[in-house]
């Protein structure tokens, strides 16, 4: 097959950390990959920002190497697709597309107390029940509250529909069509709190209780189309005029069907800077123990949302950058201390940085290190930061076995820290399962693309599986007393952590 044939998908993931781009040819080779970096602002204690106007440079930057770089790979851009970080919201002018505000992050906690104060009305039930969602600072709805109070106190231009509030798919989309879409994709729309799970559109009474006039939201979108649902291109700097956007998904939920393309029963784990397992939820299983029930996209050709079931921890990727700092050094530093570490070290961190998000839920918990002794050095702390993503995998994919009424066969792994090896294989051991990592890390771009690439109609669902990368199996060797031994020593770790003895 030619890789020119009917062209290549250029797919964005607009993160957290950067926005990363992938070509996709129509037989599957990625024939061109870019990235640039985005930092965070961090205005004061508990609050997280990013700078809309960088963000864009960014994604045009991305998408404008890519498209150059089309020709030299010997194929042409047919389509779109976008994937993005969820739940972050920004307020914008619908008639320019200039942002109004920062994009307040999902990492931003200024809402903790409305949440909490919300959490113990009867109003958290009404929007755990509509929504499948914990109230919780992480999600849309009070950060849009509290920027529209800031910015129209009396609501006035967003009633007027002068101002739009939403999530970065909504203001990309816009950006992106000169315009012309004024739409938030289904998945991402989920992850406001303000949609209800049943028929996937925004809930009056959560909008009054956020006092967000409907007005100021954009429609709620199928998250494919080949133009017409989602748009097309225009005055995108690099990028010609007329491109479908064809798919747009959030990471976590363009990660799921990356890896199980959008087939039932495959669990993923994506470790980033938190960690999402999620998994398709056809038979409508009830959320709980620590797992949110959510949407995870509308395809066009199904009519219907397809349900899932997430589980969001709160630290992942996190609690190695703090390891780094206070160990002066990166990322890679500390993976490599870790490979030193004592064999019979117990040093244990719970990095409660913000609280625990899955399976917790408990943003009152504290982090901490225990288990040291006069020989704990920098290659045990090390070693407890990047062991302490394997617990809370391990530990949220054991309420997933609950939920889901059976043992999950194998967690699906991708993200940047799955390179680590010595990571994997600790996750298959304390699952006591076998991990498969992702043949590539850009998971989320790949989903994004073989949605694209399906709306398109460059390939069916069942092209989908022998597109992608080969991924690598970890399988566990160690028997069940090794693992609930190290598994107590974690849940005595977090029981110390919230307070409270195991
Ligand atoms: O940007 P990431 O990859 O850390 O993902 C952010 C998530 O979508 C937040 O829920």
Redesign the pocket.
Known sequence: MSAVGRGAVLALDQ???GTKGLLVAEDGRVVAAAHRPLTQQYPEPGRVEQDPAVLWRGVIGVAGELAAGAAAAGTRVVGLGLS?????VLVWDPDTGAALSPLVS?QDRRTAERCAKLAASAEGELISGRTGLPVDP?FSATKAEWLLDRLDPDHEAATAGRLRVGTVDAWLLHRLTGGATDATETGCAS?TQLVRLDDADWDPELLDLFRIPRTALPRVAASDGAGEELGRTRNVPGLADGLPVAAVL???HAALFAQGHGRPGVVKA?Y???A?LMVLNPEGRRPGEGIAATLAWRRTRDGGAAHALEA?IASA?TAIRWAARLLGTDPAGIAALAAGAREDSEVCLVPAFSGLGAPYWDRGARALLVGMDFDTGPAEVARAAVESMAFQVADTLSRFDTVLAGAVAELRAD?GPTGNDRLMALQAELIGRSVLRAGRPEV?ALGVAYLAGTALGIWDDADLPALTPQGTRFTPHEDDAWRNRRMAGWHDAVACSRGKRA
Do not use: H, I, Y
């Not at 993005?84 to 972050?88: D, G, L």
């Open positions: 993160g957290t950390s993005v970080q969820r739940e972050a999902w992480m992850r959030g990471d976590s994506t980033g800077t938190g999402s969001n990727g993200g989320s």
